[in-house]
């Protein structure tokens, strides 16, 4: 224990790190799957939202990320009255979006750092739609989800945020921690809010 003034309290922040990862995992992943007497249930994630039928989904059949498809895509989306602020892609399609201008960057003899990446996304609609560009791990090599936030909520089910509570049994020699949460994910105007493309190379 040399260095961790708490063990119990290192434990569940460990704990909770993991159940983060987890619930990240849900909201790209996660299969809407409704609660019986037998089932526990489970929510949907982005892409299952994402890809319902009718929704907006352009699929790039296995080529490579371009200005173009990904103009497409946010287009398909603005058509139907959306305004998506956010792009979710893995490190793949983020270096193929950041490679976008390395022919207009100028490099001066006197810098001494070189390289770059691109935080935003500008469509060519004459209305200007920007996008930031969020870079997620576990996401999909071959999917870039372009969502709109302001119509996307992570929320607990009433009474259900996630709390660490002491779950030491009566008479035992022994500290037990619980933590206990239960969460959904709320998709607005997923077929007209939202866009996914996929297909893509990488």
């Known amino acids: 224990q040399y260095g961790i003034e708490n063990a119990l309290n290192y434990r569940v922040r460990q704990a909770i790190e993991i159940i983060t990862r987890r619930m990240n995992n849900a909201i790209i992943f ?102 930031t560009i969020v870079v997620d791990t576990n996401f999909p090599k071959d999917k870039i989800a372009i969502l709109d936030t302001s119509r996307l909520r992570f929320v607990p089910l009433t009474g259900s945020t996630l709390t660490d509570f002491d779950a030491t049994p009566k008479g035992a020699d022994f500290i037990a921690r619980r933590i206990l949460g239960e969460y959904t994910l709320e998709v607005k105007n997923a077929k007209q809010a939202h866009g996914l493309l996929e297909g893509l190379a990488y």
């Open 30 to 131: 996660g299969r809407r799957v409704m609660r019986t007497k037998t089932e526990r249930g489970t929510m949907g994630g982005i892409l299952y939202f994402l890809k319902r039928p009718g929704g907006n989904v352009v699929n790039a059949a296995g080529s490579d990320l371009t200005q173009k498809l990904l103009n497409d895509a946010i287009e398909k989306i603005y058509l139907k009255g959306g305004s998506p602020n956010v792009l979710v892609c893995n490190t793949t399609q983020a270096r193929k979006i950041s490679s976008f201008t390395s022919n207009s960057i100028v490099v001066q003899r006197e810098d001494q750092t070189a390289g770059h990446y691109v935080a935003r996304f500008v469509a060519d609609l004459p209305a200007g739609v920007i996008t």
